[in-house]
């Protein structure tokens, strides 16, 4: 199994909504990634999970909360999100986290903010 | 912040080779460079990656210049189903971290 899967595939949500994204993987990796990706522009990484520990925040606004429950999942919680939040948002995992590692990466949960 | 520069877009037929140059003129040492690919409505999928020595897999494969500042991802027999946006990717730091360029679009004719 080589897949890393995210649902939802489509959100609409308010800007005073709470909801959350989940990605899920069987490979074993130990590290797990969120980036974030506009419209016809490169995935921007936001946060990194190594040994279930965040390891990397790029900076990301308070409204987006990581967790990392176990291995195999990684959530983002939403709330209170803008309209510039929507976007397509990515989950990736690889195998520990270090240099030379391929990430291996989700389709993605197509959010919009309203 | 991304250390890479690449073409903004590449045409190529159908069952043709294709080169994708990348330039990364800052590389260390001890940097990867790294392939991705992004079709459509998809998350991005790997293609290869290196770090001194040439590289093949069943995908692609890279050649790095003796000096590392470049490199170019070799599509052998271009299909369709590559037309996508290619990234290539400087690998800073000892961990996984990837920061995405803009990456360059390839179409391919039929």
């Known amino acids: 199994d080589t897949e890393v899967t995210q649902t939802p595939k489509h959100l609409v949500m308010g800007m005073t909504n709470k909801k959350s994204l989940k990605c899920e993987q069987h490979m074993g990796h130990r590290a797990m990634y969120w980036y974030k990706q506009k419209a016809k522009k490169p995935p921007e990484l936001m946060f990194v999970?190594?040994?279930?520990?965040?390891?990397i925040n790029e900076s990301v606004p308070s409204r987006f909360s990581p967790e990392c429950p176990n291995s195999s999942l990684l959530n983002l919680h939403l709330h209170a999100l803008q309209p510039e939040d929507s976007a397509l948002y990515l989950c990736a995992s690889s195998r520990g986290g270090f240099e030379g590692e391929k990430l291996f990466f989700g389709s993605g949960t197509q959010l919009s903010v309203l | 912040d991304a250390k890479t520069t690449q073409p903004n877009s590449m045409e190529s037929n159908e069952e043709e080779p294709v080169h994708l140059p990348c330039n990364h003129s800052t590389i260390s040492g001890t940097d990867y460079i790294h392939w991705y690919r992004q079709l459509p409505s998809q998350g991005p999928e790997y293609v290869i990656h290196?770090?001194?020595s040439n590289v093949n897999n069943r995908m692609a494969s890279l050649a790095i210049a003796e000096d590392r500042k470049s490199s170019t991802l070799i599509l052998h027999r271009a299909t369709l189903r590559d037309a996508a946006v290619y990234y290539c990717?400087?690998?800073?730091?000892?961990?996984?971290?990837?920061?995405f360029g803009k990456g360059i679009t390839l179409s391919v004719r039929p």
């Open positions: 990717i400087q690998q800073t730091g000892a961990n996984s971290k990837l920061t």
């Open positions: 999970y190594s040994y279930e520990k965040l390891s």
């Open positions: 290196g770090l001194t």
